[in-house]
């Protein structure tokens, strides 16, 4: 008499490998391949280590939330370092966060690409923190206020920079998901 399973059985394959034959009690073992019969050798490479293409470091994939967390920090160390080494320049500091706009809208995930155009305005008025002047809450409160007005070409033209990177990844992997859907469409059944 056979035992009852104690756990449910799992249907397909597991993680891409052929599945294993059940082995119930009272039944055949399956038919194994003889000792003397040796498998093929693996293949050679099939290019000389020369001649391949140099694997690419990726770059960093960052969730939304990473986004943001980078962006804020950057911005605020620019924000800190800034006075000390530029005078306190908020053109300077406008400058500085294109650059910082463009990693922060390459480096999210594709899932999470739409976060950048939020997320690098935020980032922007977190680092400009350290840079205004004033005495007191309302004092800081005015110089950010101030800031962000003066400084708002830098602000649009990072988010926007921003905006249009991740437009275009978005396309992109949207265009890949649909190719690959029709690829998997019309491949023939096995």
């Known amino acids: ?10 249907h397909g394959p597991r993680g891409g490998r052929p599945p294993v034959p059940s082995q119930g009690r ?17 293949p050679a490479p099939a290019a000389a280590p020369a001649l391949r293409r140099p694997r690419q470091v990726p770059g960093p994939r960052l969730t939304g939330l990473g986004g943001g967390l980078f962006c804020g920090a950057a911005m605020f160390l620019l924000g800190c370092v800034g006075p ?5 320049s908020l053109t300077v500091y406008g400058v500085l966060f294109l650059p910082v706009c463009v ?3 390459v480096w999210v995930r594709e899932g999470d690409v739409l976060t950048p155009p939020v997320v690098v305005p935020i ?3 977190v680092g400009l923190l350290p840079v205004v002047g004033g005495d007191g809450f309302l004092g800081k409160l005015m110089g950010l206020v101030t800031a962000l007005a003066t400084q708002a070409l830098w602000l649009f ?3 926007l920079i921003a905006g249009a990177l991740a437009l275009v990844r978005r396309t992109a992997y949207v265009r890949r998901r649909a190719a690959a859907a029709m690829a998997a469409r019309n491949r023939p059944p096995v």
């Open 26 to 42: 009272g039944r055949a073992p399956a038919a194994r391949r003889p000792p003397s019969v040796r498998r093929p050798a693996a």
């Open 103 to 105: 990693l922060t809208a």
């Open 123 to 125: 980032g922007f008025a």
């Open 84 to 88: 000390t080494l530029f005078g306190g």
């Open 157 to 159: 033209g990072g988010t």
């Open 1 to 10: 008499m056979e035992q009852p399973r104690t756990r449910p059985q799992q």
